[in-house]
């Protein structure tokens, strides 16, 4: 079987943990992996059976967060059960739909969002 995990990286992997498990719900997976200068080199959170990993920024390795002056390159599309209930969570952050919630068949209930680390997110429920 195959599989694929996306692996973010933001500018501050303790504050991005806080945020999603308001936001989303997630819970810390793997433990922050903790690197000498005092950087998150890796992590893992979830939402259900979803999955990602996510570390700081790491300059040497080429990994930097998305750049604020562009738009996000990837969209993290995650299913969920209750699309409203969702955008709440994530509007009570302070963060706002780009799009949404609607619906939009034949996808389901959609919502999008871009969080405060610049990456974007579909949330999607089933109709």
């Keep these: 079987m195959s599989s694929l995990t996306p692996y973010i990286c933001v500018a501050d992997s303790r504050e991005a943990i806080e945020w999603y498990a308001a936001a989303l ?3 810390v997976v ?6 000498p200068d005092g950087h998150v080199g890796h992590c893992e ?5 979803a999955r990602w990993m996510m570390s700081d920024e790491f300059e040497s390795a080429g990994v930097a967060p998305p750049a604020p002056d ?14 409203d209930a969702a955008v709440a969570r994530v509007n009570a952050t302070g963060v706002e739909m780009t799009r949404g919630p609607e619906d939009s068949p034949p ?4 919502a999008v969002f871009t969080d ?3 990456h974007r997110w579909f949330l999607n429920q089933a109709l």
Excluded: N, S, Y
């Design 25 to 27: 719900g997630a819970e």
């Design 30 to 35: 793997v433990d922050p992996i903790v690197m």
């Design 45 to 49: 959170l979830g939402v259900g059976d």
């Design 70 to 83: 562009r738009g996000a390159a990837v969209t993290l599309h995650l299913r969920v059960p209750d699309c």
């Design 107 to 110: 996808a389901g209930r959609v």
């Design 116 to 118: 405060p680390f610049g």
